[in-house]
């Protein structure tokens, strides 16, 4: 389990990012921070990453305090972050080195032909479109089986086409293992078309205004995605209206 106890953070010019984050993410739960510009949800995500330390509180993933990068916790970004002079493969593999060649080899197939795109595999990043890119990343975040996956706005710069392409992607390969999600989002349709719950945060400092549970029917269920982002989102436009 995933657990942040009374988090917080400010930065050395005073800015309070972050208060009073109290917050339980479940073994494969999937559960999105949503709020307006500023109130700390990239913040959560570097903390969780161990990319920075919190100035109070502590997380913890199964009861070990994360201050540093784990190996056992992922992060995807805005965006891709391929290292271009390495083949689309490669790239997927990068982070496999200590693993034996031919199981390295294994896994990076199995994960680019989860997000098809097996064919690709000696291409330079380059070569390939803004939404192949990003399916790399989500397969080379995957491929080393984290148990916590954190994933910020990788699908903010697309098409709603290749959006919920890729919707459709990461959810496949998260049915393989199931790994805790933390996923951070501007986009209300987007929350409820992957999440178990939403986490409503209001800016000013960066807190928790809301947590709403959401029931995901995977494939989604049209009529009950509506009334999902309704309530979602007249629960965000309430933060924002209380915002400072």
Partial sequence: ??????????????????????????????VALIGGSG????????????????????????GETIAEPHPGIGLVFQEARLLPWLTVAENVGFGLHHRPAAERRARVARALASVNLAEQAGRWPRDLSGGQQQRVAIARAFVADPRVLLLDEPFSALDAVTRADLHRHLLAL????????????????????????????????????AALTITPTRPSDPEAGLAARSALRARLEASLRAAP
């Fill in 39 to 62: 109130c700390g949800k990239t913040t959560v995500l570097r903390l969780a990453a161990g990319l920075d330390r919190p100035s109070a509180g502590v997380i913890r993933l199964d």
């Fill in 174 to 209: 998260w049915a393989q293992a199931r790994p805790t999600i933390l996923l951070v989002t501007h986009d209300v349709a987007e929350a409820v078309a992957l999440a178990d719950r939403a986490i409503v945060m209001r800016p000013r400092p960066g807190r928790i205004d």
């Fill in 1 to 30: 389990m995933l657990t942040f106890q009374d988090v917080a953070k400010t930065y050395a010019d005073g800015t309070r990012a972050l208060a009073g984050i109290t917050l339980s993410v479940a073994p494969g739960e999937i």
